[in-house]
């Protein structure tokens, strides 16, 4: 057992630290979920080298190991780096084309992912298929070399400033079972027929409804093979896994942000850090962190073994989505009301990060499969309890 | 990084875990919980047999020469068994503070008779200030002429009515800070003046108050230099918590593997109840705890092993951490067996009292938060 990274991985992440501090500047506080959106920014990361560093040299990325992948993942969350632009395509449409995407979609879309040229949104949800994904409505009917979409997705990030759209439909509404009627398109995102509608998040985010009208797509828009979309849907969530195991690396962050307030600020005379209260919230928050950057280590290092963690990436997931609503719910309480003030306020401690924190922490339970079911597949998959 | 175990350990695990089920089943353990002396001297000989007791002892005071994790390999099957005895008191309190601190005539005198299963050791540390910390030791050890007389009660100390010696950290002078001015002995426990009770306690782990009245002890006997000893009692110490975070983990892992048995076979409303959402939740928060634990225990352990500075805030966060995971996981665990989880006859009351006294034993949680809070320099 050997719990140090390598010399190498040290002085890569070294690198990246000083790449962010060089492009963001030492001020950058960033964080909010549309200043983590900047295609110019992806673009350059692109110039550098820096998106797809997990993908195989065949494909243009740098085939680093999952070690590798997790060192780059922790530095980029640490220093808060935008990367909504093309965090998606880089996990998500990249890994599931390589797998299973024909030439003509690799060619066209793997080097445009690689530059931080294009953005993707991921359209699943509908609005009566949250949770039960697989009972989703909007279908697709061919008609000669098209196909012809109609249906409604709903709580989708970024699709008003997407390019394409990754989106699950039906296809055969006559399968033995739902799951296996399920297809995966690439729709460009100015399809006549396709429209967006804005659905405001209380944390400052802003996600859509995308409305399909009719919309006419060539049918080479199927990713893989017809029907086959579950299948994809549930393998394509294994390349998030890396990315997840270094989730606690942003929370740090913010503890650290925490933990120096605490140390500089006095109330009623006396430091906040010297509080006994406060000091045991604090170092109960520091061992949660952690338990969840080990489970996040456990993940990658069964990854780079070669083995698929899944009952490992649910628990993480559970873990660290569960810390966030505590952290955030911590940073407010040491703030006290200093804590209630929102950015732009002089008095607002760190801008009102923390502020924002606590309305976007909820977001994290909720999304990429909801915590009730994540402990289900807990329980089924990774226990053998009954159904 | 490499998170794997070796072989050997994998071995290790293996072979501990099928001696032990075969060893010591629960009704061995029920038994001895009642029993005076609280252990079996005749499967603490198989256990000698197998090398157990010089696991990290160097060859040549015929021990195993094996590694620090291994040892926590072992304590980790040990706690998943619940074994009763003084294997803890004697080779994690008793061995590892002479091998690091001990005169070469004291490892020779002491070291192989461990190994063989012939000498039962104890560390006397706390004291009724109930301290964890050097300011709580205040029992006296005076010098008269070759010897020096301790004076004052220890409590809480693990078979002390079994042990052969008492590592006893006392105070020979009243120092500029807490931790100046302590020394340790190796205290025969049958010398005059030395009365021992055991003290019933939650987890019939047979703690004792020792009463040492006039207790000679020959200068030869000490431990380490005198008036410095802290350094060795905290490494003691720092070696005792994570071995400790060991038979913790293995604990929580029984705990919850019975739970999976049981909930898997107990049928209510038709169905096995394991099939219910919620029972489904509370197992999956049960592993989360113990994939935790188990990572934390490890990490630590490592650091402990390979002497690395960080290693008393990682000690400090794996007990901190592991405390509450145990009583979480018990806990649930009786839930889920229903009324018959809090029968006697029922196993899974075992591990529940375990939790709470592993919790109470070198640092409850508030005091490891308190450590960790200090190391982020609050």
């Known amino acids: ?387 | 990084m490499n998170l794997d175990l070796t072989e050997e350990q994998e071995m290790l695990r293996t072979s501990a875990r099928d001696f032990l089920t075969k060893e010591c089943p629960k009704t061995l353990v029920r038994k001895l919980e009642e029993d005076e002396k609280g252990y079996s001297p005749e499967l603490w000989r198989k256990m000698a047999e197998l090398g157990w007791m010089g696991l990290v002892l160097p060859e040549q005071y015929n021990g195993m020469g094996m590694g620090f994790l291994d040892l926590i390999i072992l304590l980790q099957e040990m706690g998943r068994n619940i074994l009763p005895g003084p294997f803890f008191s004697t080779v994690v309190l008793g061995s590892l503070p002479i091998l690091n601190a001990g005169t070469e005539e004291q490892k020779k005198e002491f070291l192989p008779k461990i190994a063989k299963g012939d000498t039962i050791l104890t560390l006397a540390f706390t004291e009724p200030s109930v301290r964890y910390d050097a300011a709580g030791v205040q029992i006296k050890a005076a010098a008269q002429g070759d010897s020096f007389v301790i004076d004052g009660t220890k409590l809480f100390v693990e078979n002390a009515h079994i042990a052969d010696y008492i590592i006893c950290v006392t105070r020979t002078k009243k120092g500029t800070t807490p931790e100046d001015g302590i020394t340790l002995f190796l205290v025969d426990a049958k010398s005059p003046g030395i009365k021992c009770e055991v003290m019933p306690t939650i987890g019939a782990d047979k703690l004792c108050e020792v009463v040492f009245k006039n207790v000679k002890v020959p200068k030869s006997r000490m431990l380490g230099k005198l008036h410095e000893g802290w350094s060795i009692t905290a490494r003691a110490l720092e070696y005792a918590t994570i071995a400790k975070c060991a038979e913790m983990v293995g604990g929580q892992e029984a705990a919850l593997d019975m739970t999976l048995a049981y909930v898997k076979e107990r049928v209510q409303y038709g169905k096995p109840i394991g099939s219910f959402q919620v029972i489904q939740h509370y197992c999956a928060n049960m592993w989360m705890n113990v994939e935790t634990s188990r990572d934390i225990l490890y990490k630590a352990a490592w650091n402990v092993a390979e002497g690395l500075p960080e290693s008393a805030n990682e000690v400090a966060v794996a007990k901190g951490w592991i405390n509450e995971a145990y009583k979480f996981v018990t806990e649930r665990a009786v839930q889920c067996h229903g009324a018959i989880g809090t029968t006697r006859d029922h196993d899974i009351g075992l591990y529940y009292r375990r939790a709470k006294a592993g919790e109470l034993a070198f640092g409850d949680t508030d005091f490891q938060k308190e450590l960790v809070a200090q190391k982020l320099g609050l």
């Not at chain 1, 009566?128 to 009972?135: I, P």
């Open chain 1, 1 to 387: 057992m050997d719990f140090r990274f390598t010399a190498q991985q040290e002085a890569f992440r070294q690198e990246v630290r000083d790449f962010l501090r060089s492009e963001l500047g030492p001020d950058w506080r960033g964080g909010k979920t549309h200043e983590m959106f900047s295609r110019e920014f992806s673009r350059k990361l692109g110039k550098k080298g820096w998106i797809g560093i997990g993908w195989p040299k065949e494909y243009g990325g740098l085939g680093r190991p999952h070690m590798d992948q997790l060192v780059f993942g922790e530095e980029m969350l640490y220093g808060r780096a935008p990367s909504a632009a093309h965090i998606l395509a880089q996990n998500m449409v990249g890994p599931t084309l390589m797998n299973v995407g024909s030439e003509e979609h690799k060619k066209k879309f793997l080097p445009m992912i690689l530059s931080g040229e294009v953005v993707f949104c991921l359209a699943y949800t509908e609005p009566q298929a949250g949770s039960d994904l697989a009972s989703l409505q909007t279908n697709a009917r061919a008609e000669g070399d098209y196909f012809i979409i109609n249906g409604q997705k709903t709580f989708i990030s970024f699709a008003g400033d997407a390019d394409y759209g990754w989106i699950g439909v039906r296809t055969d509404p006559n399968a033995p079972k739902k799951h296996r009627g399920i297809s995966i398109f690439i729709v460009d995102m100015k399809t006549p027929g396709i429209t967006t509608r804005k659905l405001d998040t209380m944390f400052d985010h802003t996600l859509y409804e995308v409305f399909f009208d009719d919309a006419k797509v060539h049918k080479s828009c199927v990713v893989g093979q017809l029907n086959q979309g579950w299948y994809y849907i549930t393998q394509a969530l294994d390349h998030e896994r890396v990315f997840m195991a270094a989730t606690i690396a942003g929370y740090q962050r913010i503890f650290d942000e925490i933990v120096e307030y605490a140390k500089s600020t006095k109330r009623n005379g006396i430091p906040l850090s010297k509080d006994p209260i406060i000091r045991q919230k604090l170092s109960e928050m520091a061992i949660d962190l952690h338990a969840g950057r080990l489970l996040g280590y456990r993940l990658a290092w069964l990854l780079e073994q070669g083995i698929v963690p899944f009952s490992e990436a649910s628990i993480s997931k559970v873990f660290t989505s569960e810390l966030e609503k505590r952290l955030g719910n911590l940073g407010m309480q040491v703030l006290g009301l200093y804590g209630q003030l929102q950015r732009g306020t002089p008095q607002a401690p760190y801008d009102g990060y923390l502020e924002w924190e606590y309305r976007f922490s909820p977001m994290q339970a909720v999304g990429g499969g909801a915590n009730e079911i994540q402990r289900i597949i807990i329980a089924i998959a990774g226990l053998g309890l009954p159904r």
